[in-house]
Structures are given as C-alpha cells and as structure tokens.
C-alpha cells in the first residue's frame, strides 16, 4: 500500500489566490481528516469525514476553506483568498472506524507545506 | 470535548537513558490512546497504541501505560538511540455526540544526545 498520498508537497502562492490540496487516502478507509500544523497552535483538526459525509467541519477557520470528498479515494481542501496567515503544513490523514464507539490509528500523509506570500 | 494535556514540551536525554511523556485526558469514555511519532518534514506515524481494556503494552524498546481511574497514560522509550530524536504526540478520543475523532497533545519534542 503507498499510503495516504498528498499532493503538492510544497506550495507558494500570492495573497488572493485560490490554493487546493489534493488527498487520496489508503484503500478501505471510511475515514478522512484534514489538519493543520503550525508552531504556534499545533495539530488542528479542520474537517473530517466518514463514508465521504462531512461529520464535523468546527475546525475550519472561516468560509475560505472549503473541503470535499467526491468519493472513498480522493478529496480536496481549498482555500479560496489565501491569506498569509494560512501559511502551515496541512496533513489529510485516514482511518477505518469500525462501529460507533471504536477508534483506530490515522495513518498521516507527508503533508503539503504551503506559504502564501 | 475531549482535552488532552501533554508533558513535557521538550525532553533531553543521554543516548541510552530512559525517556517518559505523560498525557492527560478528560472524557471517561475515552477508550483508545495512540501515539505519534513525527520526524522532521514528515507526516506523524503511529509508534504504539493502547485499548481501555488493558493496562499496559510493549513492543521492543516502547511501552505505553494506562491508568484509566487517574485518565492519564505514558509512553516509556527505553535505551534511547538518536534516531528516537523526534516530536512525540499522543491522543484520546472524542465520542461525544456524532464526533469520531481523536484529539491530540501539543507535542514533546525529544532530542537524545549521543
């Protein structure tokens, strides 16, 4: 299995541009996670999602995030003005939950470093 | 919600020293605690996790324990190498109404000194 696969690793944008990252998480997972990591504030769940239903997006930041999951094997997390305070490493992470109390490890993608100048 | 304290946010060890992190939980519920390891310009990975039913686990040099009445539990990393220098994160669970999802620490960064 190559893993959870994110895509860019890296990106540079100017202020008010539109960013997407891209998501393809292991085969078999039913469950979807977007964080953001930052010095100041750590890992922050943005948005999860289960069988590719949006559960929880309290994390997300403002209405110029916006993420979704067309299917089992791909979503996106789009941030549309970038703004240089968005500058992080966002991780998108996956997980099979198995019924409703039961938890398992993430498995983390390497992240997409991006920097809004 | 679930709150999850971590300690301390920067340990130093001689390489061959024992390291201990320590993290707090809130929800009683709580009933699975993973760790993380996370090298520098990687994604965190899963090192060792441990269920409710049971108090402690191994494997190898990493042990985690649990003390569910004091909801609190470790990670133990004996005869530590420099390649064990790396951000450490453990996490609890969140079950409260339709959320399924963990919560994680703020991080320990572990530097072993050769």
């Known amino acids: 299995d190559a893993g959870v696969i994110q895509s860019p690793r890296h990106e540079v944008t100017e202020m008010g541009q539109e960013v997407t990252l891209r998501c393809k998480p292991i085969?078999?997972?039913?469950?979807l996670f977007w964080y953001r990591q930052t010095m100041m504030r750590g890992l922050e769940l943005l948005i999860y999602f289960n069988n590719n239903v949006p559960i929880d997006d309290s994390g997300m930041p403002e209405d110029r995030f916006s993420a979704k999951m067309p299917n089992a094997s791909f979503s996106t997390l789009k941030i549309q003005p970038s703004e240089p305070r968005d500058s992080a490493v966002y991780f998108c992470a996956s997980s099979l939950a198995t019924g409703t109390t039961t938890l398992n490890g993430y498995t983390f993608g390497s992240g997409t470093r991006l920097t809004v100048v | 919600g679930e709150n999850v304290e971590q300690h301390p946010s920067t340990l130093s060890v001689q390489e061959g020293d024992s390291a201990v992190i320590k993290c707090t939980y809130s929800d009683s519920a709580s009933n699975y605690f993973p760790w993380y390891k996370q090298e520098l310009g990687k994604g965190p990975q899963l090192i060792i996790d441990i269920r409710s039913n049971v108090g402690e686990k191994k494997d190898q040099r990493i042990a985690v324990t649990l003390n569910k009445t004091a909801k609190h539990f470790s990670l133990h990393i004996t005869e530590t190498q420099p390649e064990d220098s790396a951000v450490y994160f453990c996490a609890a669970p969140s079950l409260s109404g339709s959320a399924r999802q963990l919560t994680f620490g703020s991080g320990t960064q572990l530097t072993v000194l050769p």
């Open positions: 085969s078999g997972h039913n469950s």
